[in-house]
Structure formats: structure tokens, C-alpha cells
């Protein structure tokens, strides 16, 4: 468990003694929505108390924005929070709370060394404060503490740990932390290595003179790149979060970076390769058509006998047991230490990362899954193309490497360029995005 909420929850158990409490101003239904209904002890009293403050001054200075060294690369992250309906599956909506328009929220990427100076604005009409708790900080949200609508507020650390980590709402003072964040209050930072990232070699086999042999393949550090974050949604009826749902862990939705089956194919993809749009590879197909909507679902396509980066973040409450079916993961980093070489699963637990590294070697269709069978079958499960499988070059006349130069991969599972970041021949918009962000990435993106 993060040191950060090992901490916060043991002083939960002590937290009338422990903390300075404050009276809020806000209504329990406003904090957290009236669909609370547990009446589970611990959080309902935090709820009740207006949240927790913990003073803990020595152990968790900030570093004082004005002062900071000179030499230091200082990178901005402004979010602000909107809290909006956006769709789930089955043509429903959710009450989605979100950083800057978009679940997860965006991705930071900054180079080890670097000062984080991070801001977050509510705006006047938002429903209830917000916080933020970026775990690649090493001081908690305490200090930072809830944010009221129409005010916003700044903080800045050295991001010193190299890897992929969590960054989060804190809720009100931690009072309704579980329902912002499991309504998609989450986003993740890369902090890239100072040396860059180390290249990749992969152990095959060859025949030589009728003899099996090791054939060592290498890679250089360069990667095409993607993100994948992992989370769940627990709902009632009417789309509200329903925290009874969260502490029996019964899932209504497993999400990828904030959609279930974002990555399966969608209308076009039918056309292409079956010859017509409503013959559905995956059966599973939430927005079909022709109008490609932020929502409607893509593929994550890659080269083959490239090296595929793959930075994950289990931002949910359920372990991530990560497996790519047909392939088996080359090489899985956490911060800047190989803990696996060729292993079939990697398990991510909450609030945690790693960096996948895979070559696909043979051209095919790839499902990366969370190995959970409730998972998979609640949206856990997302389509890698690699090469061209289906032939498609011929049947188009063209000579493009891949389908990612045809039809591009997802705006969403693309991070942002890092120095041995291989740029993406064409990216389209996808991610679940309100209609107004939507908008904003269509003029950055030049769409
Ligand atoms: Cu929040």
C-alpha cells in the first residue's frame, strides 16, 4: 500500500484524536451524491465530520514555488474539475466527476529531476470542492487540502522517481475521496527517466548447423507508445455511485482508460474487414457507426518486430492480473528496475504502474486483458493489431506499414512525446470526453 494512504487510513482509526476537524459547509449530498448507502463506520463518521485534516507540517513540506533551483526544468499541469454525465455501455449515462473534461484526466509527462507545478481550479457552478494527490510527489494531499468552487490552488515537488505513477482527487478533505475517484477523478503521470530508458533485448531460439540456439534480439530504447489505465465503476440505476456496490466489490463496470471495450473494433473496421458495418468482429460494440463520436471504440495498432512501451496504472480497486493473449510480456518495469523478463501475466495491484515492453513478432490480432474473468467480461479487454493480418494493404493498394498509418490509433492511449517516444503516424480523437474537450483536443490534435 502507497506509504501516503497506509498512513491516512491508520490515523483514520484514531482520526477524532489525531486530526484538526473542521465544520464544512457542504451537505453530505452535495460531497458525495445521495446515492451513498452504506452506513459503514468509518467512512459514514468521515463524511459526517466534514472530512480529515491532518497536520503533519515537518514531515510534508511543499516546495515553495518561488524558490525553486535554478537549473530545474519546471514543468506546468493545470486541471481543472468538471463534474458531467457521460456515457457507459448500453447507451446509459454515469454522473462522472472529472480533471479538465476527460476520465482518466490528462497525462503528465516529465523527465526525472524535473519540478511539477500543478494546479487545480474548480469553477463557480462545480457541485463540491475537489483535491489532488499526484503519488509521484512524495508528500501527501493533506497540506493541499480541499479546493472550493471558484478558487484554485498551486503546489510543486521534484517529480525524483523514475515511472508511472497515480494521480487522483482527494475528495474533501478525503470525506467522498473513494466516490471522486471511482467516478473518474484519476490520471497518471510518466516520469521518464534522467538516462532515458534502457533498450530491450529478447532471447529467441534459432537453428544453427542442426542445432538449437540462443538468437539474442535487440531493440533500441525508441518505442511506439501507449497507456493503458485501469479502473472500475460501481453504479445504481440511475448512474450515481454507489459505495454499498464498492465495499462488496461488485463491479457494474471494468473500464480502460475510462471505457469498457473502448478498444474493440468499431463500424469501419467492420467494412473494411468483413465487408460490411454491422458484421461485428467483437459483439460487444457500445457505439457502432459511422459518425466516430469521441466514444465510438478503436484499435491500438502496432508494427510488427517493434518495441511497444506500454505504461499501465491500476487507478481501481480490483487487482490488474495484465496479459496480452498470444504474446508473452519481453519485459515489465517498475520505476527504473526490471522485475520481470518473459513472464505470461504481470500483477498490478491498486494504485500501482508498470511499464510493458513486447515486440509482437507475428502479424495478429492481440487482447490485452486484466486475467480476471469478471474483468474481461465487464470491458477489461482491448484489441492490439499488429502488422497488417487481414491483408488490408492489398485490398486498399497501398504500401503502409501497418494500419496505424491508415487508421490511427486513439488519442487517449497515446501519451505524450517522451525523448525515446516513436511518434505515431496518425491519431485520431477517442476518450471519454465531454463534447467541449472533445472539441478542445480536435484543434490540438489539428482534426
Ligand atoms: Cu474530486
Same mark, same amino acid.
Given at each position: 500500500?502507497?506509504?501516503?494512504?497506509?498512513?491516512?487510513?491508520?490515523?483514520?482509526?484514531?482520526?477524532?484524536?489525531?486530526?484538526?476537524?473542521?465544520?464544512?459547509?457542504?451537505?453530505?449530498?452535495?460531497?458525495?451524491?445521495?446515492?451513498? /448507502?452504506?452506513?459503514?463506520? &468509518?467512512?459514514? /463518521?468521515?463524511?459526517?465530520?466534514?472530512?480529515?485534516?491532518?497536520?503533519?507540517?515537518?514531515?510534508?513540506?511543499?516546495?515553495?514555488?518561488?524558490?525553486?533551483?535554478?537549473?530545474?526544468?519546471? %514543468?506546468?499541469?493545470?486541471?481543472?474539475?468538471?463534474?458531467?454525465?457521460?456515457?457507459?455501455?448500453?447507451?446509459?449515462?454515469? *454522473?462522472?466527476?472529472?480533471?479538465?473534461?476527460?476520465?482518466?484526466?490528462?497525462?503528465?509527462?516529465?523527465?526525472?529531476?524535473?519540478?511539477?507545478?500543478?494546479?487545480?481550479?474548480?469553477?463557480?457552478?462545480?457541485?463540491?470542492?475537489?483535491?489532488?494527490?499526484?503519488?509521484?510527489?512524495?508528500?501527501?494531499?493533506?497540506?493541499?487540502?480541499?479546493?472550493?468552487?471558484?478558487?484554485?490552488?498551486?503546489?510543486?515537488?521534484? #517529480?525524483?522517481?523514475?515511472?508511472?505513477?497515480?494521480?487522483?482527487?482527494?475528495?474533501?478533505?478525503?470525506?467522498?475521496?473513494?466516490?471522486?475517484?471511482?467516478?473518474? &477523478?484519476?490520471?497518471?503521470?510518466? %516520469?521518464?527517466?534522467?538516462?532515458?530508458?534502457?533498450?530491450?533485448?529478447?532471447?529467441? /531460439?534459432?537453428?544453427?548447423?542442426?542445432? %538449437? *540456439?540462443?538468437?539474442?534480439?535487440?531493440?533500441?530504447?525508441?518505442?511506439?507508445?501507449?497507456?493503458?489505465?485501469?479502473?472500475?465503476?460501481?453504479?445504481?440505476?440511475?448512474?450515481?455511485?454507489?459505495?454499498? $456496490?464498492?465495499?462488496?466489490?461488485?463491479?457494474?463496470?471494468?473500464?480502460?482508460?475510462?471505457?469498457?471495450?473502448?478498444?474493440?473494433?468499431?463500424?469501419?473496421?467492420?467494412?473494411?474487414? *468483413?465487408?460490411? #458495418?454491422?458484421? @461485428?468482429?467483437?459483439?460487444?460494440?457500445?457505439?457502432?457507426?459511422?459518425?466516430?463520436?469521441?466514444?465510438?471504440?478503436?484499435?491500438?495498432?502496432?508494427?510488427?518486430?517493434?518495441?511497444?512501451?506500454?505504461?499501465?496504472?491500476?487507478?481501481?480497486?480490483?487487482?490488474?492480473?495484465?496479459?496480452?493473449?498470444?504474446?508473452?510480456?519481453?519485459?515489465?518495469?517498475?520505476?527504473?528496475?526490471?522485475?520481470? $523478463?518473459?513472464?505470461?501475466?504481470?500483477?498490478?495491484?491498486?494504485?500501482?504502474?508498470?511499464?510493458?515492453?513486447?515486440?509482437?513478432?507475428?502479424?495478429?490480432?492481440?487482447?490485452?486483458?486484466?486475467?480476471?474473468?469478471?474483468?474481461?467480461?465487464?470491458?477489461?479487454?482491448?484489441?492490439?493489431?499488429?502488422?497488417?493480418?487481414?491483408?488490408?494493404?492489398?485490398?486498399?493498394?497501398?504500401?503502409?506499414?501497418?494500419?496505424?498509418?491508415?487508421?490511427?490509433?486513439?488519442?487517449?492511449? %497515446?501519451?505524450?512525446?517522451? *525523448? @525515446?517516444?516513436?511518434?505515431?503516424?496518425?491519431?485520431?480523437?477517442?476518450?471519454?470526453?465531454?463534447?467541449?474537450? #472533445?472539441?478542445?483536443?480536435?484543434?490540438?490534435?489539428?482534426?
Amino acid at each position: 500500500m502507497n506509504k501516503r494512504y497506509s498512513m491516512l487510513f491508520s490515523v483514520t482509526a484514531v482520526a477524532v484524536l489525531a486530526a484538526t476537524l473542521f465544520g464544512s459547509t457542504y451537505t453530505q449530498s452535495q460531497v458525495v451524491g445521495s446515492t451513498l /448507502t452504506s452506513s459503514s463506520s &468509518m467512512s459514514q /463518521t468521515i463524511h459526517e465530520m466534514g472530512g480529515l485534516k491532518l497536520v503533519m507540517p515537518q514531515a510534508f513540506a511543499s516546495l515553495d514555488c518561488d524558490k525553486i533551483e535554478e537549473g530545474r526544468n519546471v %514543468v506546468s499541469f493545470d486541471l481543472y474539475a468538471r463534474s458531467a454525465d457521460l456515457p457507459v455501455m448500453g447507451g446509459k449515462t454515469y *454522473k462522472a466527476m472529472t480533471f479538465s473534461g476527460q476520465v482518466p484526466g490528462p497525462t503528465l509527462r516529465v523527465t526525472q529531476g524535473d519540478v511539477v507545478m500543478m494546479t487545480l481550479t474548480i469553477p463557480e457552478d462545480e457541485p463540491t470542492p475537489h483535491g489532488n494527490d499526484m503519488h509521484a510527489s512524495q508528500m501527501h494531499s493533506g497540506p493541499f487540502g480541499k479546493v472550493l468552487p471558484g478558487q484554485s490552488r498551486t503546489y510543486c515537488y521534484v #517529480a525524483e522517481v523514475p515511472g508511472t505513477f497515480k494521480y487522483h482527487c482527494s475528495g474533501v478533505d478525503i470525506a467522498g475521496m473513494d466516490q471522486h475517484v471511482l467516478s473518474g &477523478m484519476y490520471g497518471m503521470t510518466i %516520469v521518464d527517466p534522467i538516462k532515458g530508458y534502457k533498450p530491450l533485448s529478447v532471447d529467441k /531460439t534459432a537453428v544453427e548447423n542442426g542445432a %538449437v *540456439k540462443i538468437d539474442r534480439k535487440s531493440y533500441s530504447a525508441d518505442a511506439r507508445e501507449f497507456t493503458l489505465q485501469y479502473n472500475q465503476l460501481y453504479l445504481d440505476d440511475e448512474g450515481g455511485y454507489d459505495q454499498s $456496490k464498492m465495499f462488496k466489490h461488485e463491479t457494474t463496470y471494468t473500464v480502460v482508460n475510462g471505457m469498457s471495450f473502448g478498444y474493440v473494433p468499431n463500424a469501419n473496421h467492420n467494412k473494411l474487414i *468483413k465487408g460490411d #458495418a454491422n458484421k @461485428n468482429i467483437f459483439v460487444v460494440q457500445p457505439w457502432n457507426g459511422d459518425e466516430l463520436k469521441q466514444y465510438q471504440s478503436q484499435l491500438l495498432f502496432v508494427e510488427t518486430g517493434q518495441h511497444v512501451r506500454i505504461f499501465i496504472e491500476n487507478q481501481g480497486n480490483e487487482p490488474v492480473f495484465w496479459h496480452v493473449v498470444g504474446e508473452i510480456i519481453d519485459r515489465v518495469t517498475q520505476g527504473n528496475v526490471v522485475q520481470a $523478463k518473459g513472464t505470461e501475466t504481470y500483477e498490478i495491484g491498486g494504485s500501482q504502474g508498470a511499464i510493458m515492453d513486447i515486440v509482437f513478432d507475428e502479424p495478429g490480432v492481440y487482447a490485452a486483458v486484466n486475467h480476471d474473468y469478471a474483468a474481461i467480461f465487464t470491458g477489461a479487454a482491448s484489441i492490439f493489431v499488429a502488422g497488417d493480418p487481414f491483408g488490408l494493404n492489398e485490398q486498399l493498394g497501398t504500401n503502409a506499414a501497418s494500419y496505424a498509418d491508415l487508421l490511427g490509433n486513439p488519442s487517449d492511449a %497515446v501519451p505524450p512525446m517522451g *525523448k @525515446n517516444s516513436l511518434e505515431h503516424p496518425k491519431i485520431n480523437l477517442h476518450g471519454l470526453y465531454t463534447d467541449e474537450r #472533445a472539441d478542445e483536443l480536435k484543434s490540438e490534435l489539428g482534426l
